[in-house]
């Protein structure tokens, strides 16, 4: 299945930028030179409303959540920086985009997506029921759906193109792609930044399940790109819920995925077919837990 275009794929016009690239929630832009050529060094991420629930991105957009994930990695970005360099220039951008946007490094990624866990559960889950390994580590007997790891385990996979799935990769795999010493440096902060992210979440009732990050080659730097320990780029739990032994509630899309799923909606989600448009009130309650994540977490009013 193809994720279906939402209503705010469209580039925007911003003056002075080029459009370059549309991922399934961000829109990147070049920052035009005084000449009117794309600098190569820059780009202009800006964060879109758009939610992506199995596979499709759905064609009603939430309110403020691309604001809410802009701001909220930029305060992760903060609290990490003594941990890894990341890729932030400044928050000046154009008015229309303003709150969703961030001017950053221009970045070569690595074509990994950094993924670690801390809790077993989804793709990690089912890797361990099929033979006691995830990524080709060896985890503990007994484990169940939602069980806390020993620590956090590395477990990278593609970076599918738009529509495709990300496929699991092995670390031989990792090394083969972007050499010994950059995947020893890559798994090395992943998990080191989802466990200082637990540290800090732990403070605030939230578990942060498993992350995925991405990271650029600047020079001999690896720097922290694209967003960081979102809703969006992480699975996050309420702690006061969290019950190994079934599928723990989760933060953000628990509304959509629910009502998606159940009669009301009236969509089959074997059929292939674009889910239908999301009603006021699931709108509503998924913008409130996006905006309930970035209160908890950062300690701040959220206004838009
Ligand atoms: P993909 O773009 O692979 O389909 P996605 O749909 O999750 O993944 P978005 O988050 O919507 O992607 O778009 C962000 C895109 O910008 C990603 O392709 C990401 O790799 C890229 N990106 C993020 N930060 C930088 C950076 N500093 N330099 C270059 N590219 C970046
Ligand atoms: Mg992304």
């Not at 705010?8 to 005084?34: C, E, F, I, Q, T």
Request: proline residues 9%; aromatic residues 8%.
């Amino acid at each position: 299945t193809s994720p279906q275009p939402g209503p705010a794929a469209l580039p925007l016009d911003l003056p002075g930028y080029a459009h370059v690239y549309s991922g399934k929630v961000r829109d990147l832009y070049a920052p035009l030179d005084p000449s009117g050529a794309p600098r190569d060094d820059q780009l202009l991420l800006v964060a879109s409303d758009r939610l992506s629930a199995f596979d499709f991105i759905l064609g009603t957009p939430i309110p403020d959540k691309g604001a809410v994930l802009t701001q909220l990695s930029l305060w992760w970005f903060e609290q990490l920086e003594d941990l890894v360099p990341n890729h932030v220039v400044s928050t000046e951008v154009p008015a229309e985009v303003a709150g969703r946007a961030v001017l950053v490094r221009r970045l070569e990624m690595l074509p990994v997506e950094c993924v670690a866990r801390a809790y077993l559960t989804g793709g990690g889950l089912r890797e361990y029921v099929a033979d006691g390994h995830v990524s080709g580590v060896r985890l503990p007997d007994g484990l169940v759906d939602g069980s806390r790891l020993p620590e956090p385990v590395f477990t990278p996979s593609t970076k599918a193109p738009v529509g495709e799935h990300d496929q699991p990769m092995s670390y031989a795999e990792v090394v083969a792609a972007v050499g010994e010493r950059t995947a020893q440096r890559a798994s090395d902060l992943t998990t080191r930044i989802l466990a200082r992210g637990n540290e800090i979440a732990a403070e605030r009732g939230i578990l942060i399940a498993d992350t995925k990050v991405e990271f650029g080659i600047d020079g001999d730097d690896l720097v922290l790109a694209d967003e960081v320990l979102t809703p969006d780029s992480s699975r996050f739990w309420p702690a006061d819920q969290w019950e190994p032994g079934h599928t723990q509630p989760s933060f953000d899309k628990e509304f959509v995925r629910e009502w998606l799923t159940s009669p009301a909606s009236g969509w089959d989600k074997a059929s292939g077919e674009a889910p239908p448009p999301l009603p006021d009130d699931v709108l509503e309650r998924t913008r409130a837990k996006y905006v309930e994540a970035y209160e908890r977490l950062t300690g701040r009013t959220f206004s838009s």
